[in-house]
């Protein structure tokens, strides 16, 4: 059923996430890409911002493309690069130890921080952490001495898994916990629900808080994010979030202003 007094066109800008959003591993949700293209049609800003670090903004870009949906670089925001700019405006060029791949990498260098290798781990004064397909023991004992001497320790993101084809991979959240355990040191987080990420994503569309809509699958990084900014949330069910852990949501904070079986659900809103 339409909620007949919702108008998202209303709205000058939106923020989508990616993983279980607009896309389940590699197949695109229903009705996403008509979602974009008419907001588009519209003149409306649409900016996809995600936790995920695995890939670059064209990584992503790419991805998005090949799923039917125009996209560049330009208009996808991860955490990795809200991390490396964060990380600029607080401690200026940093030596960093990441935990990660080119997806981090390519963005702490982007905004001049060096990369520290393991070998060289006594070079440091950072260590980042996100999703890392090649974790291994031996990462975990270098971040950790490291953390331990004294380095600053920053996560992307600390959501716990990723949504996929066949239900759920171990996201970020584990590999930072493992660290958290082995260190009793907890991280600066970057991605969403923090602040600075959706911050540096009203600047990029030039528009305030009150005049978008963040549309996500998560209850604690998007819609508790979009809400503390007092943005227009959308919980869509197509990702992390079941229909029964919404029904139990209690805390206002983690309560959408919309709740939809997907994205493609958006389209009667635009009409």
Same mark, same amino acid.
């Given at each position: ?7 998202? /066109?209303?709205?000058? &800008?939106?923020?989508?996430? +990616?993983? %279980? ?6 197949? *695109?949700? $229903? ?107 031996? /990462?975990?004992?270098? &971040?950790?001495?490291?953390? +331990?001497? %004294? ?6 993101? *600390?959501? $716990? ?111």
């Amino acid at each position: 059923m339409i909620a007949p007094n919702i108008n998202l /066109k209303e709205f000058e &800008a939106f923020v989508f996430d +990616l993983d %279980g959003c607009i896309y389940v591993g590699k197949r *695109v949700v $229903p009705g996403a890409p008509r979602v974009v293209e008419r907001l588009r049609d519209l003149n409306k800003s649409v900016i996809f911002v995600t936790n995920n670090a695995t890939k670059t903004p064209e990584g992503f870009a790419s991805k998005l493309r090949g799923l039917g949906i125009k996209a560049s670089g330009d208009d996808v925001l991860t955490s990795a690069t809200a991390t490396a700019v964060f990380m600029s405006e607080k401690f200026g060029k940093c030596n960093v130890f990441p935990i990660g791949g080119r997806g981090l990498t390519d963005e702490l260098r982007k905004q001049g921080h060096r990369i520290i290798s393991i070998n060289r781990i006594d070079r440091a004064d950072s260590v980042v952490a996100c999703l890392d397909f090649q974790f291994t023991y031996k /990462k975990l004992h270098a &971040a950790s001495s490291a953390i +331990l001497s %004294g380095n600053r320790f920053i996560a992307t993101n *600390v959501d $716990p898994v990723v949504p996929v084809e066949d239900g759920f991979m171990p996201g970020a959240g584990a590999i930072v916990s493992a660290i958290v355990t082995a260190t009793n040191k907890e991280p600066y987080v970057v991605g969403k629900p923090c602040r600075h990420i959706l911050d540096l994503a009203f600047k990029k569309l030039g528009v305030s808080p009150k005049e978008t809509v963040i549309v996500g699958d998560r209850l604690d990084t998007d819609i508790k994010g979009g809400n503390e900014t007092g943005a227009f949330t959308i919980l869509v069910l197509s990702g992390a979030t079941t229909l029964e852990k919404f029904q139990n949501v209690g805390d206002p904070q983690f309560k959408p202003k919309l709740t939809l079986e997907d994205v493609g659900h958006m389209l009667p809103y635009l009409s």
